[in-house]
Nanobody
């Protein structure tokens, strides 16, 4: 069973940067990052496969990169308080050809999450 481990969360002030990493226990070429704030649904932030996709709220500030077939990073710049939340790495897309990448039900494997806190 594929396992994912995230790292790199932390606390920064508005405008700061953080770099999240996700390591998988086997090669998997399609990854995504989601985040969840208390009381909200988990939302897709970025996805990488043959191309990269981003939520509108993070375009131009976040960059998802594949470090190797079994690892990805999420570089987060110009962080805002609304970026607060627990960030999860996901892999094994099961949504088929018509599934949306930013819907959590379309991903099979999840990491345990890493906390990101941005203070005003």
């Amino acid at each position: 069973q594929l396992q994912l481990v995230e790292s790199g969360g932390g606390s920064v002030q508005t405008g700061g940067s953080l770099r999240l990493s996700c390591a998988a226990t086997e090669d998997t070429y399609v990854f995504s990052w989601f985040r969840q704030a208390p009381g909200t649904e988990r939302e897709g932030v970025a996805c990488i496969g043959s191309s990269t996709l981003y939520a509108d709220s993070v375009k131009g500030r976040f960059t998802i990169s594949r470090e190797s077939p079994d690892a990805v990073t999420l570089q987060m710049n110009s962080l805002k308080p609304e970026d607060n939340g627990t960030y999860y790495c996901a892999a094994e897309f099961i949504g088929g050809n018509g599934g949306a990448w930013n819907k959590m039900q379309n991903w099979k494997s999840w990491g345990q999450g890493t906390q990101v806190t941005v203070s005003p």
